[in-house]
């Protein structure tokens, strides 16, 4: 009988044939919503916390802090409550609240506050003082290495290694990083893709990081191509996966998909595979849908 943590990964991967241009291209969603947290972040999570107990880093009565956005806090309170560790995590105020009631339903503590910047700022001092400790998310290597363990491998073997590019939106680039590392030993020629919103817009999940935030983990030699994404784009390509193709997933996923289809329209032949980050019943109460 398997535990939460053993069906963490190995997230199937559906195609998108409705929404794509060309025929001679596919294109593939890898559903991480399916992981048992609801999202991506339930492997980076599990990584985070599991290698800093082994190291010793997290001791019996450690409280950890995190600043996140919303599907690390989730995954991190889930996965905290499951090693018995005490968390406290640091989000937005304008964060849907799907996401503090479900924190708060795995025992963690939340505190809001104005912007994800004050977030990390507020996570980092309360990090450094007796008792606590930061993951970090922004500069674990834990983060990419979760991916260069499981999804990179993943994506490789679900697609017989015939997979061409890979499409990622970037917040804290842990996904983007590890997948890439893995794919490029496999083969140097896999084209990575990172998305990024246009300047004024905000699509959660997806970030313009100012430099002095940039996250610490992210090396732009491993992003062959960035596209940016347009808030309005990614709300309606969120829609029409729902509607058209039966996936129902986030604002990052809708971007990331819409990225996705750009590019199948550039290429003669392909296999692009994008990640749809998250389930859309993390955004009920917002306009996503409405």
């Not at 609801?38 to 802090?65: F, Y």
């Not at 309170?77 to 968390?87: N, S």
């Not at 964060?95 to 506050?113: H, P």
């Not at 700022?121 to 400790?133: L, M, N």
Request: hydrophobic share 35%; aromatic share 6%.
């Amino acid at each position: 009988m398997a535990g939460i943590i053993d069906i963490i990964g190995n997230t199937p991967m559906v195609e998108i044939s409705k929404l794509n241009p060309n025929p001679n291209v596919k294109i593939f969603a890898k559903l991480e919503g399916n992981n048992p947290g609801g999202s991506v972040k339930d492997r980076a999570s599990l990584n985070m916390i599991r290698s800093a107990i082994e190291r010793g880093d997290i001791k019996p009565g450690t409280r950890l802090v995190e600043a996140t956005s919303g599907n690390t806090g989730i995954a991190l309170a889930m996965i905290a409550g499951l090693f018995g560790v005490e968390i406290e995590l640091v989000m937005p105020a304008n964060s849907t609240r799907e996401r503090t009631l479900t924190m708060e339903a795995f025992g963690a503590k939340v505190t809001l506050l104005e912007s994800i910047e004050v977030c990390r700022d507020y996570a980092e001092e309360k990090g450094a003082s007796e008792g606590y400790y930061l993951l970090n998310q922004f500069a674990n290597k834990d983060n990419y290495m979760a991916h260069y363990k499981t999804t990179g491998p993943e994506l490789w073997r679900d697609t017989n290694g015939e997979i061409t590019h890979f499409v990622s939106s970037m917040g804290t680039t842990g996904t983007i990083m590890g997948c890439s590392k893995y794919l490029k030993e496999q083969n140097p020629q896999v084209q990575i893709v990172g998305c990024q919103p246009t300047e004024g817009s905000s699509i959660p999940g997806i970030r313009r990081w100012p430099q002095e935030y940039l996250p610490k983990i992210f090396d732009p030699s491993r992003v062959d191509r960035t596209v940016d994404i347009a808030e309005d784009d990614a709300t309606q390509m969120a829609r029409k996966l729902a509607r058209v193709e039966g996936v129902f997933a986030g604002m990052s996923s809708g971007g990331a998909c819409s990225a996705a289809i750009q590019l199948a329209q550039q290429l003669d032949k392909g296999l692009i595979v994008f990640i749809a980050c998250d389930r859309g019943d993390r955004y009920l109460s917002s306009t996503l849908f409405g």
